[in-house]
T-cell receptor, first 112, second 115 residues
Framework: EAGVTQFPSHSVIEKGQTVTLRCDPI?????LYWYRRVMGKEIKFLLH????????ESGMPNNRFLAERTGGTYSTLKVQPAELEDSGVYFC??????????FGPGTRLTVL | AQSVTQPDIHITVSEGASLELRCNYS??????LFWYVQSPGQGLQLLLK??????LVQGIKGFEAEFKRSQSSFNLRKPSVHWSDAAEYFC?????????????FGKGTRLHILP
């Protein structure tokens, strides 16, 4: 069974540009989560989808971040416009039910 | 509010030596506790988890952790480390319950192995 996949693995953009990160959860997992780790800090929750609905987006830092999950399958996280402080590793996780979340390899975003 | 403290940012041990990584948590009820590992260039891999029952939990790669409610701790141990254990280790707590499924992570402990 394939795990959670994320694309791209690395992205380097300039301040002010737009970047879209993609996450493909484990097939059949209704719950999808986005987390972020900025340099030197802990991994922090961004938001949680149940199927295509946003269950909890309390961790989204500001309105430059837009997450979507059309059709309840894969999810995208768009940052527009990107700022220097958005640099970090963005993790996606999925689960079929409560408790254990399966994480993807992450996307390392560098904003110059 | 939930929180997790990993007091050691870096730890260095010799190959073959024993290891203990510390984790303290703050949580209102009986917590769900996790240890994840991130090896260089890899994603987060679950080492072990505690939900209930036996307070000594066995995980993958020879790791174990002990839940001590009186000390609010969930320390990770391994009797003999291997060079391949060099990685960053994250203690985590959560989720809190229906409607709040997020996991709260500590800042991580980076483990260095001396040959």
């Amino acid at each position: 069974e394939a795990g959670v996949t994320q694309f791209p693995s690395h992205s380097v953009i300039e301040k002010g540009q737009t970047v879209t990160l993609r996450c493909d959860p484990i097939s059949g997992h209704d719950n999808l989560y986005w987390y972020r780790r900025v340099m030197g800090k802990e991994i922090k929750f961004l938001l949680h989808f149940v199927k295509e609905s946003k269950q909890d987006e309390s961790g989204m830092p500001n309105n430059r971040f837009l997450a979507e999950r059309t059709g309840g399958t894969y999810s995208t996280l768009k940052v527009q416009p990107a700022e220097l402080e958005d640099s970090g590793v963005y993790f996606c996780a999925s689960t079929a039910g409560p408790n254990e979340q399966f994480f993807g390899p992450g996307t390392r975003l560098t904003v110059l | 509010a939930q929180s997790v403290t990993q007091p050691d940012i870096h730890i260095t041990v010799s190959e073959g030596a024993s290891l203990e990584l510390r984790c303290n948590y703050s949580y209102g009820a009986t917590p769900y506790l996790f240890w994840y590992v991130q090896s260089p260039g890899q994603g987060l891999q679950l080492l072990l988890k505690y939900f209930s029952g036996d307070t000594l939990v066995q995980g993958i790669k020879g790791f174990e952790a002990e839940f001590k409610r009186s000390q609010s701790s969930f320390n990770l141990r391994k009797p003999s480390v291997h060079w391949s254990d060099a990685a960053e280790y994250f203690c985590a707590v959560g989720p809190e319950g229906p409607g709040d499924d997020k996991i709260i992570f500590g800042k991580g402990t980076r483990l260095h192995i001396l040959p």
